[in-house]
């Protein structure tokens, strides 16, 4: 046998080989449908693929078949691992909690505050009633219904109002939201907010509120107080005054007051009122 001879038959015998193996194998021959969760595969369960069907790694360990959602419900691949091993993932509804909260409605959140951050940092952006140039500090006296006017220059709802306790002491203040009469004076009453404390802690206080404004409109801030109460508060200078100046030789005047007893804010704003050019300083959030 000559060296043609030799090597057409040992070609011969490695197809040979081949096939055995691929019939060891349990492949039809070269080409057929590789289905890596049919019968020929040891690792994994039998089965054929159907539409949505997923592949999954078991605890055996093998392979197995997670069935698709076929609910009329918008579902996701949840998997909560122990911190040391994961876990088969489960079809399952969004919860609390599993987008961040200013994203999700369910957790309290709003759309708009989803996109108060930048990369990886929230903030959230408050806003003044005044144009003062600056805060600083002033007592409010109690039995005294103080407002300032607030611009809405759309229709907007807000979450929060908010102002600053510069020194405890023992007592409330109310604050609520009035319309404009059209005359540049609070006229009715919109809402009655709820009351904070004026005792410890000093600092940020907070209500929460979900009140829609009607814009471009007037509004009012308002509060009134049980104590004389010393608190964070807008100045006057050098601000664009909505109010006027109640003397052309000194500063603007950024609001006003009324006589009124403490207690639930009145439907109509009193009348016989004091301009002033140092108030309690408000802030507001917006959620939409």
């Not at 708009?112 to 600083?136: I, M």
């Not at 100045?235 to 052309?248: A, C, E, K, L, R």
Request: include cysteine.
């Amino acid at each position: 046998m000559n060296t043609a001879d030799e090597i057409k038959q040992l070609r011969q015998e490695v197809t040979r080989i081949n096939f055995l193996l691929m019939q060891l194998r349990g492949s039809a021959g070269p080409g057929a449908a590789h289905n890596l969760l049919s019968a020929m595969h040891a690792d994994s369960t039998p089965a054929s693929p159907v539409l949505g069907d997923v592949i999954v790694a078991g605890a055996a360990p093998a392979w197995k078949r997670k069935a698709g959602n076929i609910t009329a419900t918008r579902k996701f691949l949840r998997q909560v691992g122990t911190g040391a091993v994961s876990d088969e993932p489960e079809w399952d509804t969004l919860q609390p909690g599993d987008l961040m909260g200013a994203l999700n409605p369910l957790s309290g959140g709003t759309p708009l505050e989803y996109w108060r951050h930048w990369g990886a940092t929230n903030y959230v952006s408050w806003y003044a009633p005044t144009f003062a140039p600056g805060t600083t500090t002033g007592t409010m006296t109690k039995d005294q219904l103080y407002a300032v006017p607030f611009s809405c220059p759309k229709n907007i709802t807000l979450d929060r109002i908010a102002c600053r306790l510069n020194t405890a002491v023992a007592g409330n203040a109310r604050i609520g939201i009035y319309t404009d009469g059209g005359n540049i004076y609070p006229a009715s009453l919109v809402l009655d907010a709820g009351t904070i404390s004026t005792a410890a802690p000093t600092g940020l206080k907070t209500l929460t509120i979900n009140q829609a404004l009607v814009g471009p409109a007037l509004y009012w801030l308002v509060i009134v107080f049980s104590a004389n109460t010393s608190m964070v508060c807008s100045q006057g200078g050098g601000t664009i005054s909505i109010v006027g100046f109640f003397d052309p030789t000194v500063v603007a005047t950024i609001g006003l007051w009324a006589a009124f007893a403490y207690g639930a804010l009145p439907a109509n704003f009193p009348g016989s009122p004091t301009l002033v050019s140092v108030i309690n300083a408000f802030w507001v959030r917006l959620s939409a």
